[in-house]
Structure formats: C-alpha cells, structure tokens
C-alpha cells in the first residue's frame, strides 16, 4: 500500500541536533562577554567538540558513538538547502523543529542560559526564513525568570516563530503549572501562538546510558513522563481560564493517553467536592480535546487508539534526523501503519491538517 501523490506529509516533531548545527553559531551571535562560556567547537584529539561552559558536550557534525545510527547526516540538518532536499527525498513537505537549548545543552546557569537560548532563537528564525512554509523551527524560552520568559516570546513572536518550547527540568524554577507562571501563560494566550513541551526526562529512577540495559529502558518510559505536566495544565486552570491557548506535548506519544485523561476525569468526580482553590468546571477530558495535543512516531496500539484521544488532538512525526526516524521511507511507514484503518480524513488530520492549523502553514 501507498500514500496517494497528493497526500502531504507535515511532520510535527523533527530535531536540530547540536551535532549537526553550524560551528559558528553562537559565537556569531551571542555578546562579546558571553562567547569565552557559550558554545562553541574545538579541536581535540577525538575530532571537533562543542565545549559550553569549558566543559566538553558532544561532537560537532557526527552523532555521539553509542547511540542508534543508521545513516550519518553531519551537518546537512543545520543547512536549509540540504534539509530541504532530505526532507524531499522523505515525501515531506514541512516540519516542525525542536532545538537542542533544552533537551542537550541544558545549562544550568540562568544568565548564560538566556543568553544562548536567545542567540539560538535569532538563528533559528533566519534558518526558517529559507521556506517559511517548509521549515518551523520552535525557539527555547528560558524558564528561570517569568518576566524574563515573556519578554523573550514576545521578541520570538515579533521575528515570525509560529510556536515556543519552555522547559521545566532546566534550573531551579517552578513547574510551568504553578501560579508564579500565570503571567507567562496570559501572555502566551494574548500572543497566540502554541507553547509546546518536549520529552527529556522526568523519570526518578532509570537514567539513561549510552551501551547499557538503561538505554532502552528510560527511553521506553520517558513520553509517560509527561503525564505530570498535562494533569498538572488541566486541573490548574490554566488551559480552562484560557481557551485560544494551544499546549503541544512533543514526542509524548499515545497508547498512554486515553487511561490518563479518563483517569483524570474520574479523579475530578471523586475528588472535585474537597477542592478549595480552584476547581475546574469542564471535565478534563473536554479541556483536552478542546486545546491539547501530542505528537506520536511509530506506535501501533496508540495509533489504533486515536479515535478515543481525538483525531483533531493528534500529528504524526518521522523524528528526522534521529536514528530511529522513519527517514527516508516516512510515506511507506505511513502508508502500513494502522493509521490508514481509520480512514482519509482522519489520515489527513493527522499527518497533515493538523499541524498546519496549528502553525498556519499554507499549502
């Protein structure tokens, strides 16, 4: 079986790696102060690294040994024209781009944070400037200082990003559903753009290790990681108070899901009499399906699952240029997936209508 040839692929959650990002990148753009601890590639007797902070990060323009590799991109995910053309050679049209501030810098130290999340955020709008239609690169907004992180949405809102990463496993700072971040989120609704969070971690006892048993065992569990943060957005009001406001769970995946917002539905029920500071008043389930969505990868159960989560509430994702994507045979996995059971429109939405509504992307 195939994809008709006008059926277009949007693949709503795809990576610029640090390996595969120009050398020249923040110390180009980041103040004169911050380039001696900012990132930047040196040589070593194991090829060029990136060193952030003078410690040594990852390589620069070849993935980290221990790690799944099928094919080696080097730096073509970091060059518009080139990831243009592999994204061609996939069958799809556009994609949705997180950065590597948060998920594989992650600095600790809140000025120098702000400072390379923002230099990032300025290259990555002239990077998806190539193919505004094409390439949609989600700028980092630095969570340590909430006056701090609106001010940087605005400015990314200003320079065209159709979308924003934060991150609440950098730093001291609260939970992204606690009340210090109010005014963030009455900015981001003013704005309206869609905030989105992406899996990195979030597990209390496995961590992860490259050429062990733990490798594939936190990687396993890490998408149900996120269940935290989406009760935690539900049951806070934050989405409820806010309704234009679209929360987009990157790479969180599926089969999860349904247990978890019915789960939630029936603890509002059982518990919702005792609350005292803020009951919600639609059912979370309503409030999911009215605001959230998850992006998936290769998943059987969850895709044969998607008419319990919401066919408007899910986009597919091919995770180019990682090891396990399905680059460069997206159409075909597509295509054999029990994604097709559901018929054509659903097919659409999914792969297609739904990010570019999301990320007002034309077509």
Same mark, same amino acid.
């Given at each position: ?21 120009? /050398? ?14 900012? /990132? ?18 990852? /390589? ?66 002239? %990077? ?12 980092? =907004? ?22 924003? =990463? ?68 539900? %049951? ?10 679209? %929360? ?24 919702? /009499? ?90």
């Amino acid at each position: 079986m195939s994809l008709p040839n006008d059926q277009i692929l949007i693949s709503a959650d795809d990576h610029m790696d640090i390996h595969a990002m120009p /050398p020249e990148t923040w110390q180009e753009r980041l103040p004169k102060a911050w380039r001696e601890r900012g /990132p930047r590639v040196e040589e070593t007797d194991d090829g060029p690294w990136w060193i952030v902070d003078g410690e040594r990060l990852a /390589p620069s323009g070849r993935k980290p040994s221990g790690l799944i590799q099928t094919r080696q991109h080097g730096f073509r995910p970091g060059q518009p024209d080139s990831r243009l053309e592999d994204m061609d050679e996939d069958g799809v049209h556009a994609q949705v781009i997180y950065g590597p501030t948060s998920t594989q810098l992650r600095i600790q130290d809140e000025e120098l944070y702000a400072q390379v999340s923002s230099a990032y955020n300025d290259w990555a709008a002239e %990077f998806q400037k190539a193919a505004p239609n094409r390439l949609v690169l989600l700028p980092d =907004i630095p969570s340590f200082d909430i006056p701090a992180a609106i001010q940087e949405l605005e400015r990314c809102a200003k320079l065209g990003h159709k979308g924003a =990463i934060v991150s609440d496993t950098i730093g001291r700072g609260d939970p992204v559903f606690e009340d210090s971040w109010t005014p963030f989120w009455d900015a981001a609704a003013e704005i309206g753009i869609p905030i989105h969070v992406h899996l990195s971690g979030g597990a209390h006892s496995l961590r992860m290790k490259p050429g062990s048993w733990r490798s594939p065992a936190f990687v396993a569990i890490v998408p149900m990681q996120m269940d935290e943060v989406l009760s935690g957005m539900i %049951f806070s009001g934050i989405l409820e108070k806010r309704p234009n406001l679209t %929360f987009v769970m990157g790479e969180a995946g599926l089969g999860w899901i349904p247990y978890v917002v019915e789960r939630l539905d029936h603890e509002l029920h059982k518990y919702g /009499p005792l609350v005292n500071d803020h009951k919600i008043d639609m059912l979370p389930s309503e409030i999911f399906a009215r605001q959230v969505i998850t992006t998936y990868e290769e998943e059987a159960l969850g895709v044969e699952l998607i008419p319990r989560i919401g066919a408007d509430n899910v986009m597919w994702a091919s995770d180019y240029p990682h090891g396990d994507s399905t680059w460069p045979h997206s159409r075909k996995v597509v295509a054999e997936s029990p994604l097709a059971q559901h018929g054509d429109e659903v097919l659409r939405k999914v792969t297609c209508e739904n990010a570019a509504r999301v990320y007002g992307l034309e077509f």
